[in-house]
């Protein structure tokens, strides 16, 4: 399983921004021009249980911050890494015949919704993080 594709809207310096990394990938820019919060909203991604406006673009909390995360060729070898049988037999629901998936998370709500070619499974409760 990869990561195929970060999509960041609303986050601190960051309007949009989408990312396709390749195998290796390499960031490179002048100081002060969002490396370093692009990361940090993948962190955000994995963390936050809410937001302060400090991490809204222009500091203003209308601007609903997104984080997109695309995941490609999911093998059953990745679906065994997780913790349980239950986790595992509910990936495998999710994801039926597909080896893709996206999962997004917003500032409305903080909670991450899983999608399967673009239809919305919500928030299966039990998959690992």
Known sequence: MKINKIVVEYYRSIKKVEIEPDHFSVFVGQNNHGKTNFF???EWFYTAKSSNEDEHFNKE????????????DVIDSDIEKLTTETNMTKIRNM???STDFSVVKTSADHKRKYFVGGEDK???????P
């Open 40 to 42: 940090e909203t993948i």
């Open 61 to 72: 909390s209308e601007n609903k911050i997104t984080v997109e995360l695309h995941f490609g």
């Open 95 to 97: 994801l039926g015949a």
């Open 122 to 128: 919500g928030n299966p409760a039990g998959i690992d």
